[in-house]
């Protein structure tokens, strides 16, 4: 123990002696351990912005879409038949165990209008207020519309942080009312701002409304004037414009109208409440498999599908799109970890260097030592200590570097970073690790000299 103590006071001393040289050894190693502490950290701040992202859009969401017609070998596409009701998405929170919450989807189109201010946005959505707990969206301002809202199909609205700047500028917009295709809309909360998503689409740019207000007062009402529209055109197109039929304003009968019975004979086929799609969120990411067989199971009991028939819905899950960002997330990290290993190498190559020319600078005080006593092994230890000493004091300001680049980066380009202490102890364990590594070699080739020869050296 006493030799132990001796040898490690003899290579401080040693150390000690030549400050600015030891002082630069160790900046190979600094500089080494400093990018591993902060390009881990920026990289754990890299993860856990790609897992905002991926919670923003739903990281556990499946989107179920309606089927597709066919007719003569040929397929209309996804959306084609409306096979999907609001009746589906209570089924779907009342029976399927791994689902946490679902809400319909109804999309809208139309200019909205403010004062002498008017705006197309992106997209028009007709949901329930249990949407923006699907999307994991929260409300900046004001409040959500209520369920009762859903069933009287209230003439409310929440809007986009892009549909606020556009409309309403620096003036406050709740309370305030906005027309969507001619339809008026109380805007009762604004949303919280969620930036592009991860394909360039503006997330903000966005009405949230009630399902059966989007539904019913402008979507059907669009749809009504349409129609309108196209029978006056065609009456008017039809008819003569005479002096006795100045304006003609009704088209011509082609057919005559069904009588009572002829209308109970033949009734017309019922058409039901349909939505465009329906969003859901399973409990977790490992339940999303169970979720999409139970959902399937509701659906096809629902829709009255015999067993090997065709499901008339499509269930979307973002695991593709959550597994490609979690392996470029894991390829950024890797490389940045390489890229620090190898600034650690070159530390450590410099510090073997350094000490093989401290061995030929002194090899006349180790063959002094020799001859009064101290042995091979004593030599091999001083050396190799003074290695291991420098590689941990370069850890150790190594660490706080990196801590402070880490911090700067933070602070200087706003980038998320994300405190690491496995990668701190990690860093020491390296640093003692390069040194014993680097430094026996020259602290063996110290050991191995001849006390006469080492004598003689000049």
């Given at each position: 123990m006493r030799t132990?103590?001796?040898?490690?006071?003899?290579?401080?001393?040693?150390?000690?002696?030549?400050?600015?040289?030891?002082?630069?050894?160790?900046?190979?190693?600094?500089?080494?351990?400093?990018?591993?502490?902060?390009?881990?950290?920026?990289?754990?701040?890299?993860?856990?912005?790609?897992?905002?992202?991926?919670?923003?859009?739903?990281?556990?969401?499946?989107?179920?879409?309606?089927?597709?017609?066919?007719?003569?070998?040929v397929s209309w596409g996804q959306g084609s038949v409306m096979t999907l009701t609001p009746q589906d998405v209570d089924a779907i929170i009342r029976e399927c165990a791994a689902v946490r919450v679902a809400a319909p989807?109804?999309?809208?189109?139309?200019?909205?209008?403010?004062?002498?201010?008017?705006?197309?946005?992106?997209?028009?959505?007709?949901?329930?207020?249990a949407w923006l707990e699907v999307r994991n969206w929260q409300i900046d301002e004001g409040a959500d519309f209520t369920d009762q809202d859903v069933r009287n199909s209230g003439k409310v609205c929440i809007i986009g942080q892009?549909?606020?700047?556009?409309?309403?500028?620096?003036?406050?917009?709740?309370?305030?009312?906005?027309?969507?295709?001619?339809?008026?809309?109380?805007?009762?909360?604004?949303?919280?701002?969620?930036?592009?998503?991860m394909f360039g689409g503006d997330q903000d740019d966005l009405i949230v409304a009630p399902w059966t207000t989007i539904k019913y007062r402008i979507s059907g009402r669009n749809q009504s004037s349409n129609a309108s529209a196209q029978s006056s055109s065609s009456g008017a197109s039809g008819g003569v414009n005479?002096?006795?039929?100045?304006?003609?304003?009704?088209?011509?009968?082609?057919?005559?109208a069904p009588s009572d019975v002829q209308a109970a004979d033949t009734p017309q086929p019922i058409r039901f409440t349909n939505v465009n799609s329906i969003t859901t969120?399973?409990?977790?990411?490992?339940?999303?498999?169970?979720?999409?067989?139970?959902?399937?199971?509701?659906?096809?009991?629902?829709?009255?599908?015999?067993?090997?028939?065709?499901?008339?819905?499509?269930?979307?899950?973002?695991?593709?799109l959550m597994n490609t960002l979690t392996s470029?997330?894991?390829?950024?990290?890797?490389?940045?970890?390489?890229?620090?290993?190898?600034?650690?190498v070159v530390g450590g190559v410099g510090i073997m260097n350094i000490m093989l020319v401290s061995v030929t600078e002194r090899t006349r005080e180790i063959g002094l030592r020799m001859a009064v006593g101290a042995r091979g092994a004593h030599i091999l230890w001083q050396f190799l200590v003074e290695?291991?000493?420098?590689?941990?004091?370069?850890?150790?300001?190594?660490?706080?570097?990196?801590?402070?680049?880490?911090?700067?980066?933070?602070?200087?380009?706003?980038?998320p970073t994300a405190v690491s202490v496995p990668a701190i102890v990690a860093s020491v364990m390296v640093s003692a690790t390069i040194g014993i590594i680097f430094g026996f070699y020259p602290a063996w080739k110290a050991s191995r000299l001849d006390p006469i020869e080492a004598l003689r050296y000049e």
């Open positions: 132990a103590v001796r040898t490690f006071q003899t290579s401080l001393r040693a150390l000690r002696r030549n400050i600015m040289r030891s002082l630069l050894t160790c900046i190979g190693i600094v500089i080494g351990i400093a990018a591993v502490i902060a390009m881990i950290e920026i990289g754990n701040g890299v993860s856990t912005l790609t897992a905002r992202s991926i919670a923003s859009l739903g990281a556990n969401n499946l989107l179920v879409l309606p089927g597709q017609a066919a007719s003569g070998g989807e109804v999309r809208g189109s139309g200019q909205v209008v403010y004062g002498n201010k008017n705006w197309i946005p992106m997209q028009i959505t007709g949901t329930t207020p892009t549909i606020k700047r556009e409309l309403f500028g620096n003036e406050e917009p709740i309370g305030k009312d906005i027309r969507v295709a001619n339809v008026s809309l109380k805007v009762v909360g604004v949303l919280a701002r969620k930036g592009a998503n005479t002096l006795n039929n100045l304006y003609p304003n009704s088209s011509v009968q082609l057919y005559p969120s399973a409990r977790s990411s490992d339940e999303i498999p169970q979720a999409m067989k139970q959902i399937t199971s509701v659906l096809r009991e629902r829709h009255h599908l015999r067993e090997g028939e065709a499901d008339d819905f499509q269930i979307r899950d973002m695991t593709e470029t997330t894991k390829l950024i990290e890797t490389l940045l970890i390489i890229v620090a290993g190898i600034s650690l290695a291991i000493v420098l590689c941990l004091a370069g850890g150790v300001m190594g660490i706080a570097m990196g801590r402070g680049a880490s911090l700067a980066v933070r602070m200087v380009l706003s980038w």
